[in-house]
């Protein structure tokens, strides 16, 4: 039904930029939320950041001002991560959340790795 298809993790050094993507396919209805979450080795899955189909956005504290979220007409989600941190070393995945129907699709992952 739905498929949610993530690129652009990696390595990269201390304080370097990185852009996810995930390009969600299938029977998605237009009201939705689509998201970025991540999961450190040891540590629970945290969500990163959020964008409503209306383009309202949502992130967590500790990525403000150095993250960006951003979304297409074609139910693509974007992650600009920028002075990125040895901290924000997790796969990373790619959420969609469809409210009126109570379904949640993740993708499959994708690793960054910040070196210091």
């Known amino acids: 039904q739905v498929q949610l298809v993530e690129s652009g993790g990696g390595l990269v050094h201390v304080g370097g930029s990185l852009r996810l993507s995930c390009a969600a396919s299938?029977?998605?209805?237009?009201?939705?939320?689509m998201g970025w979450y991540r999961q450190a080795p040891g540590k629970l899955r945290e969500l990163v950041a959020l964008?409503?189909?209306?383009?309202?956005t949502n992130y967590a504290d500790s990525v403000k001002g150095r993250f960006t979220i951003s979304r297409d007409k074609a139910n693509t989600v974007y992650l600009e991560m920028d002075t990125l941190k040895p901290e924000d070393t997790a796969v990373y995945y790619c959420n969609l959340h469809l409210p009126t129907l109570s379904r949640n699709y993740w993708g499959q992952g994708t690793q960054v790795t910040v070196s210091s």
């Open positions: 299938g029977s998605i209805v237009s009201l939705n939320i």
């Open positions: 964008i409503t189909s209306a383009g309202s």
